[in-house]
């Protein structure tokens, strides 16, 4: 299901250098497009949305979700690509680990890094086995037991999907009658089924993003 596009305009530089493969097509993507266009390099866009912004940059179109690295691997066959790339999407974070490993790809995203990113049971696990102070939580994929198991979190507490991004499916709970109605919504924006229940903590939420060049932090 591939749809052509993304024209050369007259003066830009001709674009044989390769083909590049760009998990999404988003607005947050679309300087990925912009810049390989620059650099001379045809793009293969992976997204199931039709009517994404970097779409009309994109020399083609696979009509798949950027999760089923499966399809993305099928419609390409043994094409030729110079790499894959994934750019501000954690939910496309594994299929770059695996179509990168399948491509050859200079840069393999780590799978180790993926599952940490994009699932939140893989992360409590990591952190606790580093010994960061973390909240209570407790996961379960079946809704009633981990209905069940509030008790030991407590309330208020906040009920999501373990392997969803932009805190879709995510409800702050305050009493435990809202708790079920609070799963079954989180239960609509999992892939893997799994659910999460965590300790709510008042306060400030910090973030630390670092660069890393071969292995330090830059």
């Given at each position: 299901?591939?749809?052509?596009?993304?024209?050369?305009?007259?003066?830009?530089?001709?674009?044989?250098?390769?083909?590049?493969?760009?998990?999404?097509?988003?607005?947050?993507?679309?300087?990925?497009?912009?810049?390989?266009?620059?650099?001379?390099?045809?793009?293969?866009?992976?997204?199931?949305?039709?009517?994404?912004?970097?779409?009309?940059?994109?020399?083609?179109?696979?009509?798949?979700?950027?999760?089923?690295?499966?399809?993305?691997?099928?419609a390409?066959?043994?094409?030729?690509?110079?790499?894959?790339?994934?750019?501000?999407?954690?939910?496309?974070?594994?299929s770059?680990?695996?179509?990168?490993?399948?491509?050859?790809?200079?840069?393999?995203?780590?799978?180790?890094?993926?599952?940490?990113?994009?699932?939140?049971?893989?992360?409590?696990?990591?952190?606790?086995?580093?010994g960061?102070?973390?909240?209570?939580?407790?996961?379960?994929t079946?809704?009633?037991?981990?209905?069940?198991?509030?008790?030991e979190?407590?309330?208020?507490?906040?009920?999501?999907?373990?392997?969803?991004?932009?805190?879709?499916?995510?409800?702050?709970?305050?009493?435990?009658?809202?708790?079920?109605?609070?799963?079954?919504?989180?239960?609509?924006?999992?892939?893997?089924?799994?659910?999460?229940?965590?300790?709510?903590?008042?306060?400030?939420?910090?973030?630390?993003?670092?660069?890393?060049?071969?292995?330090?932090?830059?």
């Amino acid at each position: 299901t591939a749809a052509k596009g993304g024209a050369e305009s007259e003066g830009e530089t001709p674009r044989d250098r390769g083909t590049v493969l760009i998990l999404g097509a988003s607005e947050d993507q679309l300087p990925v497009y912009v810049e390989a266009r620059r650099r001379g390099y045809r793009t293969v866009a992976v997204d199931w949305w039709t009517d994404r912004p970097a779409l009309r940059y994109a020399d083609e179109h696979l009509h798949i979700s950027t999760r089923d690295h499966a399809a993305v691997a099928a419609a390409l066959g043994d094409r030729d690509l110079v790499t894959v790339i994934a750019a501000a999407s954690d939910v496309s974070l594994e299929s770059w680990h695996e179509l990168g490993t399948r491509y050859r790809a200079p840069y393999r995203y780590p799978l180790s890094a993926a599952l940490a990113s994009v699932d939140k049971v893989v992360f409590h696990a990591i952190s606790e086995a580093a010994g960061v102070a973390t909240y209570r939580w407790r996961q379960h994929t079946d809704p009633e037991a981990l209905a069940a198991l509030a008790p030991e979190i407590g309330f208020p507490l906040v009920a999501k999907p373990a392997d969803s991004s932009g805190s879709k499916g995510v409800t702050l709970v305050e009493r435990p009658e809202d708790l079920p109605a609070a799963l079954e919504y989180a239960r609509e924006y999992t892939m893997t089924g799994k659910l999460v229940i965590e300790e709510f903590l008042a306060g400030r939420n910090l973030t630390v993003d670092v660069f890393m060049r071969e292995g330090e932090p830059a």
